[in-house]
């Protein structure tokens, strides 16, 4: 982390969380007419798509519809026409893997980084956690890097104080390790996937192991279902707070202490819930469903506009918060389901560990899918990109044969993946 611009930027962002929603909403348009003309002028892809765009007109939200949308499909077509010509530069390489099994690679600058990191400050603070507090991570892999980067990252958690613990495998076994890490630890906050903070609980309760009084739990990563919201609330205390984010953008929006809707962090993202009929799109209304457009304001390196990254939202009201921030709000978060595989012995295991396996080797697949028989065998099916090769290949079977210990793993080659009954081609599915 850049400690001391994060922190500085993090005090400005303390202020302007009380500004009026007027304010707000000046500030971003400002932003985004920025962003706007430089991608015009700097970034190939959208010298075209943005020729007809009279940026300066963009002066409400409404106006944003004039503005093209950037679908899934065509964020991986344009890897390399998204990048801008002139500074600033990508400093910063990722790469996310879709519910398609296709990554889509992007970047951003340092000053976006920055920008990130002061953003998920602010909004896990609403939740109690700030720098130097003990928090437990209940999470998925990846939370820990490898290598030398991996050491420093490990020494900032140390002195961060905080922990980790894979949340991928959810046995009993795994469970009773983590409650007894909770216990010795004593967070005073919990950060958890949160159908993993659910299993948790579960367990709590299960086992009558709750020594400790309210601990703040902070879910991301999937959808917080009301069930499992209920668990925690009864085996952690009533704190707990939902977070909406994802690789491309971070956070995105997150609860107060009213538990009213997700606060969307605005001073660094658009978040649009739009409702696409045809070729028309327009705004979905107050408690309507619609697909999620996010705008990364800071992003100038590779920008995402008006992205629609495949979640669906409901739309919120205008009402005020009690908290008496004016941030817009999210009503909810749908889908974003994890889908879970099953281990040797038939406990869960969430699937999401697949992700981090795409995000590293997804390149070398035009498609995947993982298929667990009833017997518990699994099948990998693989369509081969241009760039495949067998590290890569090796690699996707030494990790499922690492977090499905005793399951027998094999994979076939295909020259597609098959769809589903719902059209979709799902990363993983259940068989019988
Ligand atoms: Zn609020």
């Given at each position: 982390?850049?400690?001391r611009?994060t922190l500085?930027?993090?005090?400005?962002?303390?202020?302007?969380?009380w500004?009026?929603l007027?304010?707000?909403?000046?500030m971003?348009?400002?932003?985004l007419?920025?962003?706007l003309?430089?991608?015009?002028?700097?970034v190939?892809?959208?010298?075209?798509r943005?020729?007809?765009?009279?940026?300066?007109?963009?002066?409400?939200?409404?106006?944003?519809?004039?503005v093209?949308?950037l679908?899934?499909?065509?964020a991986?077509?344009?890897?390399?026409?998204?990048r801008s010509?002139?500074?600033?530069?990508?400093a910063?390489?990722?790469?996310?893997?879709?519910?398609l099994?296709?990554p889509?690679?992007?970047g951003?600058?340092?000053?976006?980084?920055?920008?990130?990191?002061?953003v998920?400050l602010?909004?896990?603070?609403?939740?109690g956690y700030?720098?130097g507090?003990?928090?437990?991570?209940?999470w998925?892999?990846?939370?820990?890097?490898?290598g030398?980067?991996g050491?420093?990252?490990?020494?900032d958690h140390?002195?961060r104080?905080?922990?980790?613990?894979?949340?991928?495998v959810?046995?009993?076994d795994?469970?009773?390790a983590?409650?007894?890490h909770?216990?010795?630890?004593?967070?005073?906050?919990?950060v958890c996937?949160a159908?993993?903070?659910?299993?948790?609980?579960?367990?709590?309760l299960?086992?009558?192991a709750?020594?400790?009084?309210?601990?703040p739990?902070?879910?991301?990563?999937?959808?917080?279902?009301?069930s499992d919201?209920a668990?925690?609330e009864?085996a952690?205390?009533?704190?707990?707070?939902?977070?909406?984010?994802?690789?491309?953008v971070?956070?995105?929006?997150?609860?107060?202490a009213?538990h009213?809707?997700l606060h969307?962090q605005m001073?660094?993202?658009?978040?649009?819930?739009?409702?696409r009929?045809?070729?028309?799109?327009?705004?979905?209304a107050?408690?309507?469903?619609?697909?999620?457009?996010?705008?990364?304001l800071?992003?100038?390196?590779m920008?995402f506009?008006r992205?629609?990254n495949g979640?669906r939202?409901?739309a919120?009201?205008?009402?005020?918060?009690?908290?008496q921030?004016q941030?817009s709000r999210l009503?909810s978060?749908?889908?974003?389901?994890?889908?879970m595989?099953?281990?040797?012995?038939?406990?869960p295991?969430a699937g999401?560990?697949?992700?981090?396996?795409?995000?590293h080797?997804?390149?070398?697949f035009?498609?995947?899918?993982?298929?667990?028989?009833?017997d518990?065998?699994?099948?990998?099916?693989?369509v081969k990109?241009?760039?495949f090769?067998?590290?890569?290949?090796?690699?996707l079977?030494?990790?499922f044969?690492r977090?499905l210990?005793?399951?027998?793993?094999?994979?076939e080659?295909l020259e597609?993946?098959?769809?589903g009954?719902n059209?979709?081609?799902?990363?993983?599915l259940?068989d019988?």
């Amino acid at each position: 982390m850049r400690r001391r611009p994060t922190l500085s930027r993090l005090r400005v962002l303390e202020q302007t969380q009380w500004y009026s929603l007027d304010a707000l909403l000046a500030m971003q348009l400002e932003a985004l007419r920025g962003l706007l003309a430089h991608a015009r002028r700097n970034v190939p892809y959208y010298r075209e798509r943005l020729r007809d765009v009279d940026v300066d007109a963009i002066r409400e939200p409404a106006d944003l519809l004039r503005v093209p949308l950037l679908t899934r499909a065509d964020a991986q077509g344009s890897s390399e026409t998204r990048r801008s010509t002139a500074p600033p530069f990508v400093a910063i390489h990722k790469a996310t893997s879709g519910t398609l099994g296709l990554p889509v690679s992007f970047g951003y600058e340092m000053d976006s980084e920055t920008w990130r990191q002061a953003v998920r400050l602010r909004g896990y603070g609403w939740a109690g956690y700030r720098p130097g507090v003990r928090a437990f991570h209940f999470w998925g892999p990846g939370a820990r890097q490898k290598g030398l980067r991996g050491a420093k990252v490990e020494l900032d958690h140390l002195l961060r104080r905080e922990r980790y613990f894979d949340c991928t495998v959810r046995s009993p076994d795994r469970l009773d390790a983590a409650i007894e890490h909770v216990k010795r630890f004593r967070p005073d906050v919990i950060v958890c996937f949160a159908s993993a903070g659910g299993a948790l609980a579960r367990r709590v309760l299960e086992t009558g192991a709750r020594s400790w009084g309210t601990i703040p739990v902070i879910c991301g990563a999937e959808a917080l279902l009301p069930s499992d919201r209920a668990v925690m609330e009864d085996a952690f205390g009533p704190a707990v707070f939902e977070t909406y984010g994802s690789r491309e953008v971070m956070l995105m929006a997150s609860e107060c202490a009213e538990h009213d809707g997700l606060h969307v962090q605005m001073e660094n993202v658009i978040v649009e819930v739009v409702v696409r009929d045809g070729d028309a799109v327009r705004h979905a209304a107050p408690g309507e469903v619609g697909e999620v457009a996010v705008t990364d304001l800071h992003n100038r390196a590779m920008p995402f506009i008006r992205y629609l990254n495949g979640d669906r939202a409901v739309a919120g009201d205008t009402t005020r918060c009690g908290c008496q921030r004016q941030l817009s709000r999210l009503k909810s978060i749908e889908g974003r389901v994890t889908a879970m595989l099953r281990d040797r012995a038939g406990a869960p295991v969430a699937g999401l560990f697949v992700h981090a396996l795409l995000a590293h080797v997804g390149h070398a697949f035009r498609g995947f899918q993982a298929v667990q028989r009833a017997d518990g065998a699994v099948t990998l099916r693989l369509v081969k990109s241009a760039t495949f090769d067998e590290t890569a290949h090796r690699y996707l079977l030494d990790g499922f044969e690492r977090y499905l210990e005793g399951v027998p793993v094999t994979s076939e080659f295909l020259e597609d993946i098959p769809a589903g009954r719902n059209g979709k081609r799902q990363v993983i599915l259940q068989d019988g």
